[in-house]
T-cell receptor, first 118, second 116 residues
Framework: EAQVTQNPRYLITVTGKKLTVTCSQN?????MSWYRQDPGLGLRQIYYSMNVEVTDKGDVPEGYKVSRKEKRNFPLILESPSPNQTSLYFCASSLLRNRKTGKNEKLFFGSGTQLSVL | AQKITQTQPGMFVQEKEAVTLDCTYD???????LFWYKQPSSGEMIFLIYQGSYDQQNATEGRYSLNFQKARKSANLVISASQLGDSAMYFCAMREGYFGNEKLTFGTGTRLTIIP
């Protein structure tokens, strides 16, 4: 089954304790991305990756790190979490846009990680 | 300036009525794509419909249709014959750019509640 697997589903931690949220996709997608969802703000992009070893900042990258050592995995790392990083996080993947047809490819989302930083 | 604007934070609609959720966008890229996603209370993101900037006809997927007005830069989602299961958060999104310069932006969402 084609899917994006994100773990853990729920996470409660304390300020300053490093954590990693894992994301893996089995669809051979080049594009992977992390979003955070906060009430009234919608989904905001944290980081994205167009391919292995290629990552770039989104709109809200401060306090986060990512890596893309393999095509299927795109972990999100919080080196020193703070309470303002309490949020619902989504990983997503897709194919790259097709330049010839202009056809976009939809994002496939993971089931989300609800993170609480105390 | 906001790339994607959803001006309705919340809507209440009677069951079986049609619903229009508004979305306006801002881009200078001639090639872009517009998406709608549904997020029920369980939290997952469900893809509903896609419209490409070069598509001649409005997209339709079952009870969902997209009212695409390119000159006005609007991409409203229309749900016909609403059902209780349509109660959810709805997000409009836009994808633009190519080859290392792609950008995908979401709106702030509209919470739709269907009343029996």
């Amino acid at each position: 089954e084609a899917q994006v697997t994100q773990n853990p589903r729920y996470l409660i931690t304390v300020t300053g304790k490093k954590l990693t949220v894992t994301c893996s996709q089995n669809m051979n997608h080049e594009y992977m991305s992390w979003y955070r969802q906060d009430p009234g703000l919608g989904l905001r992009q944290i980081y994205y990756s167009m391919n292995v070893e290629v990552t770039d900042k989104g709109d809200v990258p401060e306090g986060y790190k990512v890596s893309r050592k393999e095509k299927r995995n795109f972990p999100l790392i919080l080196e020193s979490p703070s309470p303002n990083q309490t949020s619902l996080y989504f990983c997503a993947s897709s194919l790259l846009r097709n330049r010839k047809t202009g056809k976009n490819e939809k994002l496939f989302f993971g089931s989300g990680t609800q993170l609480s930083v105390l | 300036a906001q790339k994607i604007t959803q001006t309705q934070p919340g809507m209440f609609v009677q069951e079986k009525e049609a619903v229009t959720l508004d979305c306006t966008y801002d881009t200078s890229d001639p090639s872009y794509g517009l998406f709608w996603y549904k997020q029920p209370s369980s939290g997952e993101m469900i893809f509903l419909i896609y419209q490409g900037s070069y598509d001649q006809q409005n997209a339709t997927e079952g009870r969902y249709s997209l009212n695409f007005q390119k000159a006005r830069k609007s991409a409203n989602l229309v749900i016909s014959a609403s059902q209780l299961g349509d109660s959810a958060m709805y997000f409009c999104a836009m994808r633009e750019g190519y080859f290392g310069n792609e950008k995908l932006t979401f709106g702030t969402g509209t919470r739709l509640t269907i009343i029996p």
